[in-house]
T-cell receptor
Framework: GENVEQHPSTLSVQEGDSAVIKCTYS??????FPWYKQELGKGPQLIID?????GEKKDQRIAVTLNKTAKHFSLHITETQPEDSAVYFC???????????FGSGTKLNVKP | SAVISQKPSRDICQRGTSLTIQCQVD?????MFWYRQQPGQSLTLIAT?????????ESGFVIDKFPISRPNLTFSTLTVSNMSPEDSSIYLC?????????????FGPGTRLTVL
């Protein structure tokens, strides 16, 4: 089955700096890659996703890049703010209606 | 995106008892999922629940321990049976978006369970 690895496990940045979280996957047939943000005491919230026919997607301060050849994808957050502090999870899915495989999570701390 | 609610939001239970968690969605969805998230850990899929069919359980999870109902396209329940302290976790309901083939997946707020 699929194996998703996520790095780093913790990331501390100064407010206004950029943050990058990386994930690798093992199944070359995976074609959908979402990112979730989980704040303390809440359920995961979908913040951005990318499909395998696209190399990059951007939504205001967040962007996701996908390298299918290397089988890795990354979340980029620019101009970080304290409210960006949360745990971020990447995931991969092969085909439609199939299960998601989640990374182990990255705890992002943005220092004011 | 779908609006998902879960009840209860949290509970403290005694070992040996059972707890039923409810998941309600504001629109009809084809696929509903139940996850477990142990403290500080990632999300682990327990089972997939489709309306009109038996739930499909992942390796390590069995129906006797985690019975699931899916009576219609907007509601599901997960029961945690004969609980032990190891069952202390966050239990999350998730749905595929509105039956689209290339569906995103959205999560409810979770049920925080502590077993004493």
């Amino acid at each position: 089955g699929e194996n998703v690895e996520q790095h780093p496990s913790t990331l501390s940045v100064q407010e206004g700096d950029s943050a990058v979280i990386k994930c690798t996957y093992s199944d070359s047939a995976s074609n959908y890659f979402p990112w979730y943000k989980q704040e303390l005491g809440k359920g995961p919230q979908l913040i951005i996703d990318i499909r395998s026919n696209v190399g990059e997607k951007k939504d205001q301060r967040i962007a996701v890049t996908l390298n299918k050849t290397a089988k890795h994808f990354s979340l980029h957050i620019t101009e970080t703010q304290p409210e960006d502090s949360a745990v971020y999870f990447c995931a991969a899915r092969r085909g439609n209606f199939n299960k998601f495989y989640f990374g182990s999570g990255t705890k992002l701390n943005v220092k004011p | 995106s779908a609006v998902i609610s879960q009840k209860p939001s949290r509970d403290i239970c005694q070992r040996g008892t059972s707890l039923t968690i409810q998941c309600q969605v504001d629109s009809q969805v084809t696929m509903m999922f139940w996850y477990r998230q142990q403290p500080g850990q990632s999300l682990t899929l327990i089972a997939t629940a489709n309306q009109g069919s038996e739930a499909t359980y992942e390796s390590g999870f069995v129906i006797d321990k985690f019975p699931i109902s899916r009576p219609n396209l907007t509601f599901s329940t997960l029961t945690v049976s004969n609980m032990s302290p190891e069952d202390s976790s966050i239990y999350l309901c998730s749905v595929g978006a509105l039956g689209r083939a290339d569906n995103e997946q959205f999560f409810g707020p979770g049920t925080r369970l502590t077993v004493l």
